[in-house]
């Protein structure tokens, strides 16, 4: 399977605990996205690279929050500190190319519960 | 601000049935628009896109949508209804050259026998 691969797909933690989540875009996109996604609601962007370098964060991505790229492959979600709110569905993406892209490519995600 | 409204939450169609989802947004300029389903348990999978061009585009699954420039709208159809077409839906503008999508809220479809 060449899809978007997320570690892990299920994560549960105390609060106050770091977390730290994993996603391999599809092999050659250059372009990675994360979001966030609640029950009920749209996914939310986060964050977004072109090859390594971290373009845009959203004000949702607050200081305990932090995502690497650096080899401009897979990527790292880290949450420090975390807390009940950031219970939630990470999801990735990745897409091709320069320019506009199209298609976004989404992995499963990974379902963080803090308790 | 850009921004894109699903007026319904929640649908509910017979199988057999047709299907029209409501998208509406809003933006500076005519965005590329895109809509996608999950499943449960499932990633987002891309149903279909809109560039420019045709306003009337064709999607996997045997969906459809028609870009209206007049009303911002971007509505998602099916003549018929499956009941493997239960998901969410979430129509999703793009917000320039970046590629980020702003999504819905989403509307969740439900198929009653």
């Known amino acids: 399977d060449t899809g978007v691969s997320q570690d892990p797909r299920h994560k549960i933690t105390k609060r106050g605990q770091n977390v730290t989540f994993r996603c391999d875009p599809i092999?050659?996109?250059?372009?990675l996205y994360w979001y966030r996604q609640t029950l009920g609601q749209g996914p939310e962007f986060l964050t977004y690279?072109?090859?390594?370098?971290?373009?845009?964060k959203s004000r949702l991505l607050s200081d305990r929050f932090s995502a690497e790229r650096p080899k401009g492959s897979f990527s790292t979600l880290e949450i420090q500190r975390t807390e009940q709110g950031d219970s939630a569905m990470y999801l990735c993406?990745?897409?091709?190319?320069?320019?506009?892209?199209?298609?976004?490519?989404f992995g499963e995600g990974s379902r963080l519960t803090v308790l | 601000a850009q921004s894109v409204t699903q007026p319904d939450i929640h649908i509910t169609v017979s199988e057999g049935a047709s299907l029209e989802l409501r998208c509406n947004y809003s933006y500076g300029a005519t965005p590329y628009l895109f809509w996608y389903v999950q499943s449960p348990g499932q990633g987002l999978q891309l149903l279909l896109k809109?560039?420019?061009?045709?306003?009337l585009v064709q999607g996997i699954k045997g969906f459809e949508a028609e870009f209206k420039r007049s009303q911002s709208s971007f509505n998602l159809r099916k003549p018929s209804v499956h009941w493997s077409d239960a998901a969410e839906y979430f129509c999703?503008?793009?917000?320039?050259?970046?590629?980020?999508?702003?999504f819905g809220q989403g509307t969740t479809l439900q198929v009653k026998p």
């Open positions: 092999s050659e996109h250059n372009r």
């Open positions: 809109y560039f420019s061009g045709d306003t």
């Open positions: 690279f072109q090859n390594e370098a971290q373009l845009e």
């Open positions: 999703a503008p793009s917000s320039g050259n970046t590629g980020k999508l702003i």
């Open positions: 993406a990745s897409s091709p190319g320069q320019g506009f892209s199209g298609e976004l490519f």
